[in-house]
């Protein structure tokens, strides 16, 4: 068994030692000294005029509409060359890169390049660097590739990311590594609605997803759990029920398919994996099957080899593994979903499988229990699952602590030393950031120009808008740097959910526990409550974008625009960015329509960052009606305050005082007010109508009681009050019955868009 274990950790490490030997200047050694630095950082090459050098190679992308079923229903996708994902784009270092996009489409689309330095009209986001590709268009990169690694390209137009626009980019060093077979795994999220009316469905804040996911929290089920007092204080802090993801997706798909099998990979033998994070929505779970996976490389750059038996991956991250094919059979690389609904597969080898391990479900009530527990005051949205709390800060250049403890350590060993190494080796854990180790110090010159810039992740999630230090895109500023600083961004996660965050045209320093070994990152996961510092050396020009890589939440307004102050403008700049900036602002309509056997009530919305109108409408069989409209604005950066003017109109039949003129039951009136959300996430409206008269109403909506049953109730000073219930059956359905002070008790079902 000793024996075993030891050949079973020996193997890749040989290998690895192995594969760097032909790298220059080495014979033996440790991986420091062998491997190479695979990021160059020569920003020279970029200049405008140089003459790209090396091979050219080609590339035709055709974007095209098309059909896929994933799921047994015929859905509307985005393909490049025919395909999803987008075909793998493979250069070497040095090669100059020459890839026309043709946009056969009817819409406009754009690729953008992550993780590629290359120069900023090149970038692909478009109304920021580069033109969009137009309908029936070819747009053409250029660019030398200054690196090597495992990249990705999107589309950066609205959410066709999500309907398929991504592919992989594979950079291969100048100096040819040994041969180790490679695959390439490009992992993504598949839903069989619009990403669109997706995003209107977060916007308006529908329960469908949580309910699919089993993720609602209701009151029933917290009182089964014991954690009724938990619930009980989560809405009182006006937070609504958290969870790890947003979206309710159909599919998890690794290179396009739910499970992929590479059965050319042979037995006992090593592969390297680049895997690749291409999802709009969803972190991945990593674990194999076999052995454990050693991590070579983080987002293209090579890193201190560490091994580990569970990989998350954030969103846009990628990571190049090394893993062992089993001597018999064949194993599965899963990757899982962070929340837990689902995993796409891929398996090595050949013959009966050896599984990964299943991940348990997410103990919803165990998360907010734990969040409970933590300091709620210092947040503006609460926090959500501390379920890595080991991992929460990361300080500036602190010393490297106990997980410096792994494979890094062994790497100046030489092979006859390894024989007796194997029982002292630790069990590979779950990766954590402070895992990541350079091969290189990574510190900046210090005679740069220090700058600092703070920014606190924030959000309401009830009306879903994201933001940085509460201001979406389109009323921000942009964040100015200058050529030749130090730029450190120190962000602090004041919401409930994870963010993970890229920054275009740069890789920046992800301050670890590695101090000035921390590695070299473009995209960063910060958790809740977290605060995470990065920097790097201003060597730019232009303008890039920084936001949130969970599509739905750069739509919703978290990003900006890092500036190089003093700069050359682009036609964009000029006229201020004015398309790109409109885009979180966009308005979202929906409405709910009950039809029950006593009235109709119809309650409906339209609103984009701060302002909605809302129109309110209730009508009985017997013919009375009553109207409310109202035009609001958000005052308060939390969205609990808001003023409001509306017109109301009432002409009811039946009703005690229909025939009295400006009634309860019968009026014509202008009124002014506000909302302010009360705890327990109770909407309280104080108004004034033209006629001097006053109103309080108390209404609280959609209050969870199990898992899709909801209870709403409004009561006024008017002495007018409405009690609800509905039995959510689909996405836009319920069965539901109401009792009204006026109209009195009724069933029937509604409607909701
Ligand atoms: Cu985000």
């Known amino acids: 068994m000793k024996k075993l274990l030891s050949l079973v950790f020996l193997i890749p490490v040989y290998t690895f030692a192995q594969m760097n030997h032909s790298m220059p200047g080495e014979m033996d050694g440790g991986l420091k000294k062998t491997t190479s630095y695979n990021f160059p950082l020569k920003k020279t090459q970029l200049a405008p005029g140089n003459i790209y050098q090396g ?3 080609e590339y035709d992308l055709y974007v095209t509409d098309t059909m896929v079923n994933f799921t047994g229903k015929r859905r509307h996708a985005i393909a490049i060359n025919g395909q999803i994902p987008a075909p793998i784009l ?30 900023n009209k090149e970038d692909g986001v478009p109304y920021l660097t580069t033109s969009p590709v137009e309908a029936g268009k070819t747009y053409t990169f250029t660019f030398p590739l200054i690196q090597s690694g495992t990249y990705w390209y999107h589309s950066h137009t609205m959410l066709q990311e999500q309907s398929g626009l991504y592919g992989s980019i594979v950079i291969h060093p100048a100096q040819p590594e040994p041969q180790l077979k490679e695959y390439v795994l490009l992992l993504s999220d598949w839903t069989d ?8 469905y977060l916007k308006r804040g529908g329960e469908w997803y949580a309910i699919k996911k089993g993720a609602l929290q209701s ?96 969103i846009a991250e990628t990571y190049d593994v090394l893993i062992t094919v089993p001597e018999t059979g064949s194993a599965e690389l899963r990757a899982t979903s962070w929340d837990v609904m689902g995993y796409s597969s891929a398996f090595f080898g050949n013959g009966p499988i050896i599984k990964a391990p299943d991940i348990p479900r997410l103990n919803y009530f165990k998360m907010m229990q734990q969040m409970g527990s933590m300091n709620m005051k210092t947040m503006d949205m609460g926090n959500m699952p501390g379920m890595e709390m080991k991992n929460m800060s990361m300080p500036a250049d602190t010393i490297p602590k106990k997980e ?49 810039i703070k920014l606190a992740l924030t959000g309401n999630m009830l009306r879903y808008v994201w933001s940085f230090n509460f201001k979406t895109l389109s009323t921000a500023d942009k964040i100015l740097i200058r050529k030749g600083e130090r730029v450190r961004f120190v962000l602090t996660n004041n919401t409930m959910m994870r963010h993970p965050l890229h920054l275009h045209g740069h890789f920046f320093r992800l301050i670890n526990t590695q101090g000035e070994y921390s590695p070299m990152k473009h995209t960063f996961d910060i958790k809740p409550m977290e605060t995470v510092t990065i920097e790097f050396e201003a060597n730019e020009e232009q303008d890039w974008f920084f936001h949130c890589h ?78 409310e409209t109202h035009l609001l604005r958000y005052l308060d950066k939390k969205q609990y305050l808001a003023f409001y003017i509306g017109y109301d ?29 009360l705890p327990m996430l109770i909407r309280s409206e104080w108004r004034i109508d033209h ?37 959510m059956i689909a996405k836009s359905f319920s069965i539901s019955t109401n009792y009204d002070s006026d109209y009195k008790w009724g069933i029937g079902l509604t409607w909701h868009y």
């Open 649 to 677: 109109y009432r002409k009811n039949k039946t009703l005690p005082l229909a025939n009295k003129p400006n009634s309860k039951d019968n009026r014509r009136v202008f009124d002014a007010g506000f909302y302010y959300l």
């Open 55 to 57: 091979k050219k190679v």
């Open 219 to 314: 009151y029933g089920e917290a009182i089964a759990a014991g954690a009724f007092k938990d619930k009980l204080k989560q809405e009182w802090q006006r937070m609504p029920a958290m969870d790890v993801s947003d979206v309710y997706y159909n599919k998890f798909l690794l290179n396009g398919q739910e499970t992929n099998e590479f059965k050319d990979a042979k037995p006992g033998e090593i592969i390297r994996l680049r895997i690749i994070n291409g999802s709009a929505a969803t972190y991945f779970n990593l674990q194999y099957g076999n052995s454990y996976m050693r991590i070579i490389a983080a987002d293209g750059i090579n890193v201190t080899p560490v091994n580990v038996n569970k990989l998350e991956i954030a």
């Open 90 to 119: 493979e250069f070497t270092e040095g090669d100059t890169a020459i890839i026309r996009v043709h946009n056969m489409m009817k819409m406009e689309t754009s690729i953008h390049w992550h993780g590629i330095l290359l120069p």
């Open 550 to 627: 969970i599509l739905y939440h750069m739509m919703a307004g978290m990003a900006r625009i890092v500036s190089y102050e003093g700069s050359e403008q682009n036609e964009f700049a000029k006229t201020g960015y004015k398309k790109l900036k409109k885009e979180d602002n966009a308005f979202y309509p929906w409405y709910d329509l009950s039809v029950h056997s006593q009235g109709a009530w119809l309650s409906g919305n339209i609103s984009n960052n701060k302002t909605a109108l809302e129109f309110e409408g209730r009508v009985s069989w017997k013919g009375d009606y009553e109207t």
């Open 193 to 200: 609605e619009n990403p669109h009316q997706v995003l209107r």
């Open 691 to 727: 006629t001097g008269r006053l109103r309080l109403q108390l209404e609280r909506r959609d209050l969870p009681l199990s898992n899709n049953f909801f209870f709403d109730f409004r009561v006024n000073t008017d002495m007018e009050y409405n009690v609800a219930a509905r039995y």
């Open 404 to 452: 410096e403890m792994n494979m890094q350590n062994m790497e100046g060993m030489k092979m006859d030393d390894m024989a007796g190494m194997d029982m002292k080796m630790e069990i590979p854990g779950e990766f954590n950031y402070n895992m990541l180790r350079a091969l290189h110090p990574t510190t900046l010159d210090s005679s740069l120009v220090p700058r600092e």
